[in-house]
């Protein structure tokens, strides 16, 4: 018996209807998990950039006691920094708990992941105050070091903010703030804790 | 043929008994702009928000979050256009305890229910405690944009915490309220609230009740 090519035609046609919704369907469900239609594609998904980080470490930290006066006097810490991971990666939250001569000083950071913009925010709060210091630092990841930064007011004046953070290796990182009070020329490095894994 | 017509019965009984069932769950939940008075907190003459805390206001007030929870969500429809359709949905919920030497709290939400299509949807609420003013200040965090809302600020008066902050919706500026009551300790209410005239009426258009997971 010969099949006319029409016949053929429909059952290819019906063969496609059927088909063809079911991949439709799986793309979007494969899509669903990672969005990125309305972001810019051409920087790259960093929602993972802050994974190295879970975990507990020990942390030496050394604060300038009063930025921006000219002042070089550094207080010594010595404590731990838990990081944990919130939403499979895409946030985490540090609890940084230090004593030293001056005396015990605790902090949270809140990072959180933009997916449209693809930036990090740093979200702080010392145990003072009870209140997130606004705004966030934000920036992001390159090659292993992140840079992060804001605009904000401290003793009453304009001031731009920069956090830094350097993986040195697998079990080292390093923090770095500084303040700058003449639009970004120059920089004044008043926070450096430097972590050592002590567990994943 | 009577397999059949035993089954179809059968199925029709299931149908039946489980919209019985979410129509006896289903508990009504009042609609529309509500007068309700402000608690710690006002309207000044020059238009600012004041919150005070309650007398009793402490850290500890948020102590009996600590752990996990499913909850029950309802979600009206639309926001301050006299919708009285709600949206449920089902949530978990796992806060972490005391954190920053216990002046705070966090809690991580998940739902599958997304207003943003995305399959799932997942929430961070950072509590502090403020220890010179006795405020609390909520900041809720949405994992579609990964960014912190500016906080409601406010206490617990007896079991009910009621917090408040200005907020701006469809260009008009409005205040938002978040109340929780923890009178049962174990299946405690959350609720947010919209106001269009500083205070004076309120439109509740998500609510939820958590229950522990003991």
């Keep these: ?200 | 043929m009577k397999n059949i017509k035993h089954f179809s019965t059968m199925l029709a009984l299931a149908v039946l008994l489980t919209l019985c069932a979410s129509v006896t769950h289903a508990q009504p939940v009042k609609t529309g702009l509500l007068k309700d008075d402000m608690i710690n907190a006002r309207i000044t003459a020059t238009g600012d928000l004041e919150i005070t805390p309650s007398a009793t206001s402490s850290r500890r007030d948020f102590d009996y979050l600590a752990g996990k929870w499913n909850m029950h969500n309802k979600r009206l429809k639309s926001r301050l256009s006299g919708a009285t359709e709600w949206i449920e949905y089902e949530s978990t919920d796992e806060n972490v305890g005391a954190i920053l030497n216990g002046i705070g709290n966090m809690d991580t939400f998940r739902t599958t229910y997304n207003t943003q299509g995305v399959k799932s949807y997942e929430g961070i609420t950072l509590r502090l405690f403020n220890p010179q003013t006795k405020l609390w200040s909520l900041y809720w965090v949405d994992s579609n944009t990964g960014t912190m809302d500016p906080p409601v600020v406010g206490s617990f008066q007896g079991n009910v915490g009621f917090f408040y902050c200005k907020d701006t919706f469809r260009d008009k500026p409005i205040l938002v309220m978040f109340k929780w009551d923890k009178t049962d300790k174990d299946n405690p209410v959350w609720s947010q609230a919209f106001s269009p005239d500083n205070g004076v009426t309120w439109e509740m258009n998500m609510t939820n009740v958590s229950h522990r997971i003991k």
């Design chain 1, 1 to 200: 018996m010969k099949i006319p090519p029409s016949f053929l035609l429909l059952i290819l046609c019906v063969l496609f209807v059927i088909v063809y919704p079911h991949h439709v369907l799986a793309r979007e469900e494969a899509n669903t998990s990672k969005k990125i239609t309305w972001q810019d594609t051409t920087r790259r998904d960093s929602q993972h950039d802050f994974d190295f980080e879970i975990g507990t470490w020990k942390t030496h930290l050394k604060r300038l006691k009063a930025p921006l006066t000219g002042s070089t006097i550094w207080v010594e810490y010595d404590g731990t920094s838990v990081v944990r991971k919130i939403w499979n990666g895409k946030a985490n939250m540090v609890e940084l708990e230090v004593d030293g001569p001056s005396g015990h000083f605790e902090g949270l950071n809140l990072r959180l992941y933009n997916p449209a913009s693809r930036q990090w925010s740093l979200n702080f709060a010392g145990s003072s105050g009870g209140t997130m210091s606004t705004p966030p630092t934000i920036g992001e990841f390159k090659n292993g070091r992140g840079e992060f930064f804001d605009q904000e007011t401290y003793n009453d004046r304009a001031i731009f903010v920069r956090f830094i953070i350097t993986k040195i290796d697998a079990r080292t990182c390093r923090f770095e703030q500084a303040f700058s009070d003449d639009g970004g020329k120059t920089w004044e490095v008043n926070w450096i804790a430097t972590d050592t894994l002590v567990k994943d």
